[in-house]
């Protein structure tokens, strides 16, 4: 019987073999793994209608909002520790970045992300699994939690880093003059990467902005002047408050907030005009004008429940009602020198007044 021997086919066959076998390794390793079903994750967020008051500082919280948002398709992503390479997690922004606003209270100037409304911007934070408060968890390369985030798989454990809900803080800040009018939010703030998987995710917010103010229609003042009684050189017997006091309002119309949680307070911010002049701007004291024959005393005015009303700053004054918010005051005469420097004659005094929402 003849035989035919061919060795050179055996080489290539366990080369096939051994190439095989480590393309099934490498896929047995992988870093992050789909769970069945669905390979990508969409996060959508409303956070319905948020009312920024009008004239709220740059920098001002507008809302602040607890995350756990599923994703649209309900995938869900595991990712595993690996040494070499790492497994890492990024969350670059998918818009551009608010720079330089003085956020109030936080140190998170840097890390605003526009929307598509002038004025209004986010900052968000991360939650679970990207804290690296556990050992199956992505660690924050530069110890900060706020997107635009890198985080790194830096523990050896078994257990996977599961990502299907994005949990975490998002914040509504205003950056800027915000225009009249209603705006719908309609942005994507941010996406996710795997070292090894590429583009797993999205992330964008939705919803409405209004401003929160009033208006002032013909003269808002419910006494204008406000009229004092007569009073007599002996009802003034040293400095100090004289008299009783007289109360009036300023009337805001057509104011608009949110009806269930009011978001604005009206201010107040007083000066005076037409010759009076401010004498103690904590007390609310200011002095005499224009076409004053009397002398020695001036004007104080206050608070609905009767605190001194500081001149010349914006102060708080009522939380704005849906509809009308009336703006309750008094005043009275301030006694300014001693009793035999006070003359008798007629007392004009003026205020101007500036009403802002914030």
Known sequence: ????????????????????????????????????GATYMSFNLDVGTRWVPRDAPIGSEIASIRLNVPNDSRAALNCFYEASPPTTFSMPASTAMALGVPVQGQRFADRVLRTNIDGIGAIV?????FTGTANNSFTPDDNKLTIPYKGTMRTDTG????VANFR????????GPIPAGEYDLNRELFHGLTN???????????????????????????????RFADHTLADFT??????????FNIRLSDCDD??????AFAHIELDGTNGSSVVDADQGVFSLGTGSTADGFGVQIMHGDGRPLPLQKAVGVKRLNVGETLLDFKARYFQL??????????AKASLKFTISYK
């Open 258 to 263: 949110d009806s269930t949680a009011p978001t």
């Open 125 to 129: 934070t991360v939650g679970p699994p």
């Open 337 to 346: 020198e001693p009793k035999e420097k006070v003359k008798a004659g007629l």
């Open 196 to 226: 090894d998987k590429g583009k797993v995710m999205d992330f964008s917010v939705r919803g409405k902005i209004r401003q929160a103010q009033c208006k002032l229609l013909g003269n808002p003042v419910s006494a204008d002047p406000v």
């Open 159 to 162: 257990f996977a880093a599961r």
């Open 1 to 36: 019987m003849s035989t035919f021997r061919c060795t050179a086919p055996r080489p290539a066959v366990t080369a096939a073999c051994a190439l095989a076998l480590g393309l099934l390794c490498s896929e047995a390793q992988a870093r992050c793994d789909w769970e069945t």
């Open 238 to 247: 040293g400095p100090g408050p004289v008299g009783t006091e007289v109360a």
């Open 168 to 175: 975490g803080t998002l914040q509504l800040i205003k950056t």
